[in-house]
Every structure is written in C-alpha cells, then in structure tokens.
C-alpha cells in the first residue's frame, strides 16, 4: 500500500459521486488527505445545491475518512516554491527562460 495522498476539490466530487475508478485508485493509499480550503468549496456546492442535506451528510462522511489539514502561510507558500523548482529543471526550448520569466 502506498503512503498518503492530498485530494484537490474534482477529486472529491468524483468520490462524493462514486466514481469507481477514482476509488479503486485512492484504495492503494494508507490515507487521503482533504484540505481544509477543499471542505470550503464542497460545503458551498452543497448550499446551493438542491440536495443540500443529502450532500453535506456525503461530505461529513468524506472527512471522517480522511485526514484534514489546515492551510497557513507555510503551506500556502510550498506550493509555487514546488512549481518553480520543477520549471528549473525542465530544459526550455523558447528564448524565454523559466528562471527569467519568474525572476
């Protein structure tokens, strides 16, 4: 079994909605983890949702199964660290370097 796996919001629609082959995916990892900046967006599609109590019952179920994290600076701030990092060691074909587009 592998380790864990943070989840974004169209992936937790697909679980919410059953989706098979997102499940049988997420079954080969210890844990899933849900950020909290995705409950947000989950819990506003059930509001406006027409089947607002079935859907937060879905969503209460979700986190219980899942680990949540909190997002800070610090975590914010990993993300765009991560990205650039990967633009630098892809090879840049154009004129334009990575490393000077973002500099």
Known sequence: MLGKICID???AIDILNGNAKILK???TYESIILPITVI???RFGAYRS???SADLV????LEM????????SSVADQKPK???QRLRTIPCRNSISP?????
């Open 9 to 11: 919001t169209n992936i």
């Open 25 to 27: 995916f997420l079954d």
């Open 40 to 42: 947000g967006e989950l």
């Open 50 to 52: 027409a089947k607002k």
């Open 58 to 61: 879905k969503i209460d179920a």
């Open 65 to 72: 199964r899942c680990e949540i994290i909190e997002i800070g």
């Open 82 to 84: 991560n990205r650039l």
């Open 99 to 103: 490393r000077n587009f973002f500099a």
